[in-house]
């Protein structure tokens, strides 16, 4: 079965350190979704490509976080300067784009922020 | 938003079917429901979809009411190794293209 592949599986870095957090997306899947997931806040919608092209990062905050998909095969999350509530667990989902679609989860990239 | 609710926690006995439900009042003519699960330490994984018609595969089974405003996903047969957060989503037409995730049920199964 094809499976959407993250590293690393985890990051434990210090304040202040960029994070660069990288997606494989199933190969044809043409919609790309980062989701960050903690105990207080749940399963949270960070940033969505179609195509490559963001079409929604709403959720992600602008000032230290970006995300990119330099190409069909890679999509990466920075985060620059980490904070330590930036520590969570960091889901690629993939996925075609029609609203029947299911999206397949990666195993997540668990960050921890010191 | 369209919104989804679900009760916070169930138990099952293993080998017992479970129904888990969930309403979504607010669901438009198009959009899709759909379930994932997610196990410990794992990323969410896809269950099952519907739209209108009750829906069986091989993990589970949907049923949905006929003014589409709830839905139930049964396991016919709770092993142990299906404990996990259950999340009940709707996604597409009004819903939009992204997951939505709510707090979801925390099915506990008991040997």
């Known amino acids: 079965d094809a499976r959407v592949t993250q590293t690393p599986r985890h990051k434990v870095t210090e304040m202040g350190q960029e994070v660069t957090m990288r997606c494989q997306p199933i190969?044809?899947?043409?919609?790309v979704f980062w989701y960050r997931q903690t105990m207080m806040q749940g399963l949270e919608l960070l940033a969505y490509f179609r195509n490559r092209a963001p079409l929604d990062d709403s959720g992600m905050p602008k000032d230290r976080f970006s995300a990119e998909m330099p190409d069909a095969t890679l999509a990466t999350l920075k985060i620059q300067p980490s904070e330590p509530r930036d520590s969570a667990v960091y889901f690629c989902a993939s996925g075609l784009v029609e609203g029947w679609q299911p999206q397949h989860f990666g195993d997540g990239t668990r960050l921890s922020i010191l | 938003d369209a919104k989804t609710t679900q009760p916070n926690s169930m138990e099952s006995n293993e080998e017992e079917p479970v129904h888990l439900p969930c309403n979504h009042s607010t669901i438009s003519g198009t959009d899709y429901i759909h379930w994932y699960r997610q196990l410990p330490s794992q990323g969410p994984e896809y269950v099952i979809h519907g739209l209108t018609s009750n829906v069986n595969n091989r993990m589970a089974s949907l049923a949905i009411a006929e003014d589409r405003k709830s839905s139930t996903l049964i396991l016919h047969r709770a092993t142990l190794r299906d404990a996990a957060v259950y999340y009940c989503i709707l996604r597409g037409g009004n819903a939009g293209n992204m997951l939505t995730f709510g707090g979801g049920t925390r099915l506990m199964v008991k040997p």
């Open positions: 190969l044809g899947h043409n919609t």
